[in-house]
């Protein structure tokens, strides 16, 4: 069963177990689509991510599988050359099943050796019940009759754009996937409320500071690899609670639950980090635990700090609107290397800085520092 799968869905899913009970087929191979010479002007998602949705869709099925035959040969792949290749695993005198839509069908005739192909497989047509495929359409071919479920790959992206639900519409699994790594626009809806909000909550030094933030943690996405659209949602909503009101900060510890040290007691203000993660949660409804402690630690760090946490926690301290302060040249020089040694010097520094202010610093922040140490050797 061969398709984009951008992705894949339950109406796939489906019309592979119709066909599957229908014409007791040992298994159904998904073959996600590398380069598909008739979608060529399509921009596709990363052929990794299509291949992954599958697999995680397919996943504990023992009837399903999914081959990287297509997306991994590097040029156009013609179903000849894979029905071919997935021939030439197979026993002789075994019936290779081509399952495709109805809608696909009338163009079977435009494919590449199709009269080769047309020896080579049956092809099962996926048809709507009721709609009258003709038995001629192709040469080899059996019609499936299935109840077809009317969702469509175009529908979903579209509705993911707009932050709809996709639930009920794609496994459990894809849909989670989806949302881990921000696929088709996932969180291009919240960009405007969440900038609507900011602007009510932050000061203008504060949020011109946060599209600094933004900004930087994007350039460091693509120097350093990393998701924009998460780093992009994280910076946005670092400091959401950075210009509460100290009593205000205080309940809102109280109300989400957020324990206060000694520290926090001391500086009520290392609070926002925890706040802001919650109100990222709870205002906008984000799930991503990567987004929520990329928030949750950008100011103290913390030992073993993932990917996207060492990003929002270096943009934070290097973008480019901040006003200079002691160790912003170091840490800009140190982050042109590598966001560990900016870590490390961003910390030496707020040791310096706290010790200055006869202020303890934080348990997570030593933490942060004795792990990038050790790391460093
Ligand atoms: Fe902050
Ligand atoms: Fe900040």
Known sequence: MGGTFDPVHLGHLHAAQYAREEFGIEKVLFMPAGLPP?????????????????ALSVKGNR??????FEILSRDTTYSIDTVKEIKSHMQDGAVLYFIIGADTAPFVKTWKSHTELEQLVTFIVVSRRGNEVKR??????EILNAPVLEISSTE???RIKEGKSVKYTVTDAAQNYIRDNALYGFYSSLYPKITRHLKTVLSERKFTHTLGVEKEAVRLCQMFGGNEEKA??????????????????????????IKLD????????LTHQFIG???????????????????KYHTTGRKNMSHLEKIIFVADCTEPYRSDYDGLAEIRAAAKESLDRAILVAIKFSIEYVKAKGQPLHPLSL???????????
Request: net charge negative.
């Open 277 to 295: 993660a919650k109100i990222a949660e709870d205002l906008f409804g984000i799930t991503d635990s990567e987004i929520l402690n990329a928030i």
């Open 367 to 377: 933490e942060a520092l004795e792990f990038t140490i050790q790391e460093g050797k």
């Open 136 to 141: 001629n359409i192709l040469k080899n071919c």
């Open 232 to 257: 992009r949602v994280a910076a946005l909503l670092h400091d959401a609670a950075k210009n509460m009101p100290s009593d205000e900060k205080l309940a809102a510890c109280k109300k989400y639950g």
């Open 156 to 158: 979903i992206r579209a």
């Open 63 to 68: 009837y399903f599988g999914v081959s990287d």
């Open 38 to 54: 008739h979608k060529d002007n399509i921009c596709l998602s990363d052929a990794a991510h299509r291949f992954n949705m599958v």
């Open 262 to 269: 000694s520290v926090l007691k001391s500086q009520p203000n």
